[in-house]
């Protein structure tokens, strides 16, 4: 059974940082697109930030130049570091790992559990 899990969600003031770990337990993760989600109250949950196999990464607008996503492989983890806090970001935070074939199938989607973060003063 595949195993993802969060870790690094808190409280935190305005202004300041978090980072964010998301373990797998996926074989394949080297060619895992990993992505970051986020789901505020009464909220549909959208994407944060993503990272591709080749580590081409994406970000919402809204924490462009805030948050950074990052990969290892050998340790089949994705990190989310979010700098310079608002609290708007307040939110459970998910991590995705999604594999698809060349014809857009999914092959592998998988999600963990969520982590909360809160900023707030």
């Known amino acids: 059974q595949v195993q993802v899990v969060e870790s690094g969600g808190g409280l935190v003031q305005p202004g300041g940082s978090l980072r964010l770990s998301c373990a797998t337990s996926i074989s394949a993760f080297s060619i895992y697109t990993m992505g970051w989600y986020r789901q505020a109250p009464g909220k549909q949950r959208e994407l944060v930030a993503s990272?591709?196999?080749?580590?081409?990464?994406n970000y919402a607008d809204s924490v462009k130049g805030r948050f950074t996503i990052s990969r290892d492989n050998a340790k089949r983890t994705v990190y989310l570091q979010m700098n310079s806090l608002k609290p708007d970001d307040t939110a459970v935070y998910y991590c995705?790992?999604?594999?698809?074939?060349?014809?857009?199938?999914?092959?592998?989607?998988?999600w963990g559990q969520g982590t909360q973060v809160t900023v707030s003063s």
């Open positions: 995705n790992a999604r594999l698809t074939s060349l014809s857009s199938s999914t092959l592998g989607d998988f």
């Open positions: 990272i591709t196999k080749t580590s081409s990464t």
